[in-house]
Protein backbone atom coordinates (compact mmCIF):
# COMPACT_ATOMS: atom_id res chain seq x y z
CA UNK A 1 0.00 0.00 0.00
CA UNK A 2 1.41 3.41 -0.87
CA UNK A 3 0.16 6.74 0.60
CA UNK A 4 0.18 9.97 -1.36
CA UNK A 5 -1.10 13.14 -1.13
CA UNK A 6 -4.49 14.09 -2.87
CA UNK A 7 -4.55 15.14 -6.58
CA UNK A 8 -7.40 17.12 -8.04
CA UNK A 9 -7.60 13.93 -10.36
CA UNK A 10 -8.39 11.98 -7.75
CA UNK A 11 -11.82 13.32 -7.48
CA UNK A 12 -13.33 11.99 -10.61
CA UNK A 13 -12.23 8.33 -9.06
CA UNK A 14 -13.51 8.87 -5.34
CA UNK A 15 -16.70 11.03 -5.87
CA UNK A 16 -18.68 8.53 -8.38
CA UNK A 17 -17.86 5.59 -5.77
CA UNK A 18 -18.12 6.87 -1.99
CA UNK A 19 -21.96 6.64 -2.25
CA UNK A 20 -21.27 2.95 -2.86
CA UNK A 21 -18.56 2.61 -0.31
CA UNK A 22 -21.07 3.43 2.21
CA UNK A 23 -23.85 1.12 1.47
CA UNK A 24 -26.04 3.39 -0.86
CA UNK A 25 -25.79 6.88 1.49
CA UNK A 26 -25.97 9.31 -0.44
CA UNK A 27 -23.35 11.52 0.59
CA UNK A 28 -21.32 12.15 -2.05
CA UNK A 29 -22.53 15.64 -2.45
CA UNK A 30 -20.07 16.65 0.70
CA UNK A 31 -16.73 16.03 -1.26
CA UNK A 32 -16.58 18.79 -3.44
CA UNK A 33 -14.13 18.90 -6.22
CA UNK A 34 -12.38 22.26 -4.59
CA UNK A 35 -11.02 20.07 -1.27
CA UNK A 36 -9.21 17.84 -4.20
CA UNK A 37 -7.78 21.16 -5.24
CA UNK A 38 -7.67 23.30 -2.02
CA UNK A 39 -5.91 21.19 0.67
CA UNK A 40 -3.51 18.65 -1.41
CA UNK A 41 -0.80 18.87 1.34
CA UNK A 42 -2.91 17.67 4.28
CA UNK A 43 -5.50 15.68 2.22
CA UNK A 44 -4.18 11.57 1.60
CA UNK A 45 -5.26 8.70 -0.67
CA UNK A 46 -4.13 5.15 -0.04
CA UNK A 47 -3.43 3.07 -3.14
CA UNK A 48 -2.96 -0.64 -4.06
CA UNK A 49 -1.93 -1.39 -7.26
CA UNK A 50 -2.96 2.28 -8.48
CA UNK A 51 -5.93 2.25 -7.70
CA UNK A 52 -7.21 4.19 -4.48
CA UNK A 53 -8.62 1.87 -1.25
CA UNK A 54 -9.01 4.40 1.32
CA UNK A 55 -8.67 8.52 1.81
CA UNK A 56 -8.71 11.54 4.19
CA UNK A 57 -9.64 14.67 2.99
CA UNK A 58 -8.30 16.93 5.94
CA UNK A 59 -7.09 20.56 6.07
CA UNK A 60 -5.62 23.64 8.97
CA UNK A 61 -8.49 25.77 10.21
CA UNK A 62 -8.59 29.22 9.09
CA UNK A 63 -10.03 30.48 12.29
CA UNK A 64 -8.21 28.34 15.03
CA UNK A 65 -4.57 28.30 13.51
CA UNK A 66 -3.49 25.84 15.93
CA UNK A 67 -6.41 23.43 15.26
CA UNK A 68 -6.98 20.85 11.97
CA UNK A 69 -10.23 19.72 10.71
CA UNK A 70 -10.60 15.99 8.77
CA UNK A 71 -13.80 16.71 6.66
CA UNK A 72 -14.29 12.79 5.33
CA UNK A 73 -12.04 9.98 4.98
CA UNK A 74 -13.39 6.91 3.70
CA UNK A 75 -11.87 2.79 3.21
CA UNK A 76 -13.27 0.80 0.16
CA UNK A 77 -15.33 -2.32 1.87
CA UNK A 78 -13.35 -4.65 1.12
CA UNK A 79 -10.48 -3.07 2.51
CA UNK A 80 -11.87 -1.93 6.25
CA UNK A 81 -10.27 -3.65 9.35
CA UNK A 82 -6.89 -3.37 8.01
CA UNK A 83 -5.44 -0.15 9.58
CA UNK A 84 -5.70 1.86 6.64
CA UNK A 85 -7.87 4.71 8.40
CA UNK A 86 -5.35 4.66 11.61
CA UNK A 87 -2.75 4.80 8.95
CA UNK A 88 -4.25 8.03 7.52
CA UNK A 89 -4.76 9.60 10.79
CA UNK A 90 -1.17 9.20 11.72
CA UNK A 91 -0.44 10.66 8.73
CA UNK A 92 -2.80 13.72 9.04
CA UNK A 93 -1.84 14.15 12.60
CA UNK A 94 2.11 14.54 11.64
CA UNK A 95 1.79 16.65 8.27
CA UNK A 96 -0.73 19.57 10.84
CA UNK A 97 1.66 18.94 13.49
CA UNK A 98 4.63 20.07 11.42
CA UNK A 99 2.05 23.16 10.50
CA UNK A 100 1.53 23.80 14.29
CA UNK A 101 -1.57 22.42 14.87
CA UNK A 102 -2.06 20.77 18.49
CA UNK A 103 -5.70 19.55 18.14
CA UNK A 104 -7.61 17.76 15.56
CA UNK A 105 -11.30 17.88 15.09
CA UNK A 106 -13.92 16.37 13.40
CA UNK A 107 -17.57 15.58 13.36
CA UNK A 108 -20.09 12.51 12.44
CA UNK A 109 -23.88 12.03 12.27
CA UNK A 110 -25.26 10.54 15.51
CA UNK A 111 -26.41 7.43 13.95
CA UNK A 112 -22.64 6.54 12.87
CA UNK A 113 -21.81 4.07 15.34
CA UNK A 114 -19.04 2.82 13.73
CA UNK A 115 -17.19 6.20 12.95
CA UNK A 116 -18.28 6.72 16.95
CA UNK A 117 -16.27 3.70 17.64
CA UNK A 118 -13.03 4.34 15.57
CA UNK A 119 -12.51 7.84 17.10
CA UNK A 120 -12.93 6.59 20.45
CA UNK A 121 -10.49 3.87 19.82
CA UNK A 122 -8.15 6.42 18.02
CA UNK A 123 -8.43 8.47 21.72
CA UNK A 124 -10.29 11.56 20.15
CA UNK A 125 -12.90 12.97 22.76
CA UNK A 126 -16.83 12.78 22.13
CA UNK A 127 -19.11 15.19 22.91
CA UNK A 128 -23.05 14.79 21.67
CA UNK A 129 -24.53 18.05 19.97
CA UNK A 130 -27.94 18.87 19.85
CA UNK A 131 -29.27 20.15 16.87
CA UNK A 132 -25.73 20.94 15.36
CA UNK A 133 -27.52 21.85 11.94
CA UNK A 134 -30.97 22.29 12.82
CA UNK A 135 -33.56 21.20 14.46
CA UNK A 136 -33.05 17.15 15.07
CA UNK A 137 -29.94 17.40 13.25
CA UNK A 138 -27.75 15.74 15.75
CA UNK A 139 -24.02 15.26 15.81
CA UNK A 140 -21.08 13.97 17.05
CA UNK A 141 -17.68 15.59 17.36
CA UNK A 142 -14.77 14.76 18.19
CA UNK A 143 -11.30 16.32 19.23
CA UNK A 144 -7.99 15.15 20.21
CA UNK A 145 -4.98 16.79 21.24
CA UNK A 146 -1.85 15.45 19.25
CA UNK A 147 2.06 16.05 20.10
CA UNK A 148 4.24 13.85 17.59
Known sequence: MMIRSVRESDYFE???????????????HLLQR??????????????????????LIGFVSQS??????????GVHPDYRDKGMAKQLYDRFFGQVHELGCCTVRC???????GSIQFH???????????DYEGEGRHYISFAKRISI
Open 120 to 130: MKMGFTVSFEK
Open 14 to 28: IVPVVNEWWGGRQID
Open 64 to 73: QADEAYIHFA
Open 107 to 113: ITSAVNE
Open 34 to 55: LFFVHFQNTSFVMEEEGRIVAF
